[in-house]
């Protein structure tokens, strides 16, 4: 009975997935899995080469962490530097990568970053994205000549996308697995509405991003990131490609760094300096409004620090003259800060006990500091501000161990036949440290090496 019970069983899931795929092509040239910048990418140069390509995109829309993309994309010795006159060359562009990432960045892989940085910018130019640079500052970045970076970004890919028939986007299709047959990579098990298939493929590239919503994950590479909060990053970013290359033998490089801030509140981050900055600056408390650290330490190491309290979290407060700068008005404002006459008032407002909070303040301003503060400021002038911030992450800066041909390196250090990556899930471009708009500048660069290598 038990058996008959069984065969039945999976006479009926055989079904369900037949049905799933019944009216769905199931064999590809190329299988691309996440629907980012990279993804989009790769799927666009190998459709442009001839190849039936299919896109799975687990969420409803494509995008992914691409397309929240704020600034703009780094890149060196491109026509826009050399129309503008404002300088920054390829060696400053790798140097500058290099340093960020305290030359722990691969450095093969960061030469051809930078080296196809121009071509990169002359493509997205191409397809329509409109660019200049930022300023005489800040000449590593390009910036839309208005507008949202990141959804101007994507919006320009999928524009490309739709152009090719050989292309086919699937979204909510989740992929849950690779095959392997004889140690090559043959396609992927996914996961759609109605079911459950196998899309086979003779290449398979992984473009699914980082891990930056997954905090277990997260905390299993870095415990000094266990709770880190998940605010900067979209929901699709958990790991997956990581889980699934590893399940090929796939190696990782530098999982332990990760791009994370200290202050962060309502899906932004703020400058460190409104409780950093000398003479001016204020305190981060606990719950039980006492100071616990030296709020002039490095961001990354302050954030661990804050993550070790109770409740992860901490107020920063400041007073009336940091309320009153750029970073202070737009941290109260954003972060839905609090405010009150008397350090009393405001303790009540935030719920801790205001005779402590009112001595941790008498303290600070009195110059009494057991954390190894080299400059105190001081909180000396009504409104006194109170905004929760919680630390939290961004950016995913190890992954796939790749070689330069964006193919996935196993542990006994050989290519995977058959399995590709690029963009956040691969390793080796950052190190312990990213140049803001390098990512998007991998995302066109690798995603462009990972499309041909797939269709080799
Ligand atoms: P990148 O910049 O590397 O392209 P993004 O975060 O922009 O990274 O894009 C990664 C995309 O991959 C996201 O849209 C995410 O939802 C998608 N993704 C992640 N895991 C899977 C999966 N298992 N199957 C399909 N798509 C996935």
């Given at each position: ?43 666009i ?9 299919i896109?799975?995109?687990k969420?409803?829309a494509?995008?992914?962490n ?23 060359t ?32 002359d493509?997205?130019?191409d ?6 640079v930022?300023s ?5 970045w ?25 292309l ?12 392997i ?5 043959i396609g992927?098990?996914?996961?759609d509405?109605?079911g ?12 699914t ?9 997260i ?17 699709g970013?958990t ?6 290359a ?6 990782l490089?530098?999982?332990q ?8 509140s ?15 600056s204020g ?8 100071r616990f ?25 400041f ?19 609090v ?21 941790t ?5 009195q110059?009494i ?8 400021g001081?909180v ?25 041909q ?15 990556a690029?963009g ?33």
């Amino acid at each position: 009975m038990k058996t008959i019970k069984v065969v039945l069983v999976s006479l009926l899931i055989f079904a369900l997935a037949a049905c799933a795929s019944a009216d769905k092509k199931t064999k590809t040239d190329v299988l691309v899995i996440g629907g980012g910048g990279a993804g989009l990418v790769s799927a666009i140069t190998a459709a442009n080469a001839g190849k039936n390509v299919i896109l799975v995109e687990k969420m409803s829309a494509l995008g992914g962490n691409t397309i929240i993309s704020a600034t703009g994309i780094t890149a060196s010795d491109t026509k826009y530097h050399t129309e503008s006159g404002i300088s920054f060359t390829k060696e400053d562009h790798f140097k500058r990568t290099m340093e960020t990432g305290k030359n722990l960045a691969n450095p093969e892989l960061v030469e051809i970053l930078v080296n196809r940085s121009s071509d990169a910018i002359d493509w997205l130019t191409d397809l329509g994205l409109k660019l200049k640079v930022r300023s005489e500052k800040e000449p590593f970045w390009l910036v839309p000549v208005e507008g949202h970076y990141g959804s101007q970004l994507v919006g320009v890919l999928i524009n490309e996308a739709n152009q090719y028939k050989n292309l086919e986007v699937r979204t909510k299709t989740k992929a849950v697995k690779l095959e392997i047959e004889d140690g090559k990579v043959i396609g992927a098990t996914v996961e759609d509405e109605k079911g459950t298939y196998v899309i086979s493929a003779k290449s398979v590239i992984l473009a699914t991003g980082g891990l930056n919503n997954n905090p277990e994950m997260i905390a299993f590479y870095n415990e000094k990131y266990k709770n880190i909060n998940t605010e900067m990053t979209t929901p699709g970013a958990t790991g997956d490609g990581i889980v699934m290359a590893l399940a090929a033998n796939a190696d990782l490089v530098d999982m332990q760094y990760f791009q994370v801030r200290p202050l962060s509140s309502n899906g932004d981050w703020y400058h460190e300096r409104i409780i950093a900055a000398e003479d001016l600056s204020g305190i981060l408390v606990n719950a039980k409004g006492e100071r616990f650290v030296n709020e002039t330490l490095a961001p990354k190491a302050l954030a661990a620090e804050i993550l070790k309290t109770d409740e992860h979290s901490a107020y920063a407060i400041f007073d009336n003259r940091v309320l009153n700068t750029p970073d202070g008005t737009k941290f109260f404002t954003k972060g839905k800060g609090v405010q009150a006459n008397t350090i009393e008032e405001l303790a009540a407002l935030i719920n801790i006990d205001a005779a402590t909070l009112k001595k941790t303040i008498d303290d600070y301003n009195q110059g009494i500091d057991p954390f190894g503060r080299t400059v105190l400021g001081k909180v000396i002038e009504a409104p006194y501000v109170a905004v929760l911030t919680k630390p939290s992450n961004h950016y995913t800066m190890g992954g796939l161990k790749v070689n330069a041909q964006a193919q996935v390196i196993d542990k006994n250090n050989q290519p995977i036949p058959g399995l590709f990556a690029a963009g956040e899930v691969m390793g080796g471009l950052y190190g312990d440290g990213r140049v803001a708009g390098n990512n998007t500048l991998d995302d066109v660069v690798f995603g462009k090496i990972a499309g041909l290598s797939a269709i080799k």
